[in-house]
């Protein structure tokens, strides 16, 4: 079994930074895909960043140049920094991991709240 852990999100004002960090733990036998999502009330859940195990990476024109997804295998943690936030990015922030050996496996958490505002 797979767990997956987000944290870090909060109250912030517009302009400011927030750094959600998620940690996956279990049984993961690759190194797996990481990737953030983000879900606005009455809104699809949509892809913000996402980072493959070699670290390239991909981002949602929404947020280039304001976040930047890194990660760390080692600790099977992938972080996401976001700078300038606006009011349109409150939502609540998805971490999933995936990755394919024979099958596909593919986890998420629970979420995070971020939420912007003066």
């Known amino acids: 079994q797979v767990q997956v852990v987000e944290s870090g999100g909060g109250l912030v004002q517009p302009g400011g930074s927030l750094r959600l960090s998620c940690v996956a733990s279990?049984?993961?036998?690759?190194?797996?895909?990481m990737r953030w999502y983000r879900q606005a009330p009455g809104k699809q859940r949509e892809l913000v960043a996402s980072i493959a195990s070699r670290g390239s990476t991909n981002y949602a024109d929404s947020v280039k140049g304001r976040f930047t997804i890194s990660r760390d295998n080692a600790k099977n943690t992938v972080y996401l920094q976001m700078n300038d936030l606006k009011p349109e990015d409150t939502a609540l922030y998805y971490c999933?991991?995936?990755?394919?050996?024979?099958?596909?496996?593919?986890?998420w958490g629970q979420g995070t709240q971020v939420t912007v505002s003066s």
């Open positions: 999933n991991i995936y990755w394919f050996v024979v099958r596909a496996y593919d986890y």
């Open positions: 279990g049984t993961i036998f690759s190194i797996p895909i």
